[in-house]
């Protein structure tokens, strides 16, 4: 197995979020232009940087060999990997690569003169990763100080897309943005709920100690939600929401989170597409009082929430 840090984009993450790519070197002949994308295989780890924005998205496995698209809708003539999530960044959030190799405690194995680090990624699909790079890779994944939320981040436009797609980018209008415009709307909806008395909202990695008594409260692997809405009244909570938004990643950690505060607020909104819905729903009900899951839990796909 060898690790492999692809070089992509935002909009490329929005139209295909289960593939890499590479144009091919002939129009009608089935071979990636940049020869070394060639030497992906099954099995493989990637981890997947979009450019322009310098984040890491998260990393992936190779589920598939090399396959030929002759037109794909978006990508044209291309090369592709399956690929599925095998580690991503706390929910909402992308890891900002340009803040974790700017720390000078870091140093990376592909990036010998660290200060001209972009130069080493110039003109390149895919380069190998060593295993130490790899491993500070998804380390900082987990690390707030390396995070940035993926609210903050405007897709940028970028010399491959400009070929290929008329138009700027506009993620808000794509998949990728769906997991952020979820979060707004359901920010919008707890703050119309009570009239004048307006809840605290707090988005976007969330801990879940801030729910839990601090009798209980994690003090290793800690855990976080997409958001959280509370009203109180002589200082104590009246009403508490949680938002959890699935796109990719483990269902089934995610069904954890929600067991864990699910005794402790009054409701829970569980946004995704329908048939993750369905499966979320299944798994909860295994590991949950089902007579809670049924009281407090709502399920929404994307389809209705963003209407």
């Known amino acids: 197995m060898n690790y492999w840090f692809v070089v992509h984009d935002l909009l490329a993450y929005s139209q295909h979020s289960d593939m890499i790519g590479n144009v091919v070197r002939k129009s009608g002949v089935p071979e990636p232009k940049f020869s070394k994308f060639g030497e992906i295989q099954k099995g493989d780890l990637v981890v997947y940087y979009a450019t322009k924005d310098m984040v890491v998205v998260g ?55 660290k200060k001209n680090w972009g130069n080493y990624l110039q003109g390149q699909t895919c380069k190998l990763l060593t295993e130490r790079d790899y491993l500070l890779i998804k380390g900082a994944l987990s690390k707030n100080e390396y995070l940035k939320s993926i609210k903050e981040i405007e897709v940028k436009d970028t010399r491959w897309h400009r070929k290929y797609v008329k138009g700027k980018p506009d993620i808000r209008k794509s998949k990728a943005g769906r997991h952020q415009r979820a979060i707004e709307r359901w920010k919008i909806e707890e703050e119309k709920k009570f009239g004048i008395f307006k809840p605290e909202i707090k988005t976007n990695t969330v801990d879940i100690n801030e729910i839990l008594p601090n009798t209980i409260w994690l003090k290793e692997n800690r855990k976080y939600v997409d958001g959280l809405a509370t009203l109180k009244t002589g200082g104590q909570p009246i009403y508490q929401s949680v938002l959890e938004v699935h796109e990719r990643g483990s269902r089934e950690d995610l069904c954890v989170r929600v067991s864990i505060v699910l005794p402790f607020v009054t409701r829970v909104d569980i946004v995704s597409d329908e048939e993750n819905l369905r499966r979320i729903g299944e798994l909860l009900e295994r590991i949950a009082d089902l007579n809670i899951v049924k009281s407090r839990v709502k399920f929404y796909s994307f389809t209705e929430f963003l209407h």
């Open 59 to 113: 990393i992936f496995e190779v589920v598939s060999d090399m396959k030929y698209l002759q037109n794909d809708p978006n990508w044209k003539e291309i090369m592709v990997y399956k690929i599925k999530p095998v580690e991503s960044p706390i929910l909402g959030n992308y890891l900002d690569f340009k803040k974790l190799v700017a720390n000078p405690t870091v140093q990376f194995d592909m990036f010998p003169k």
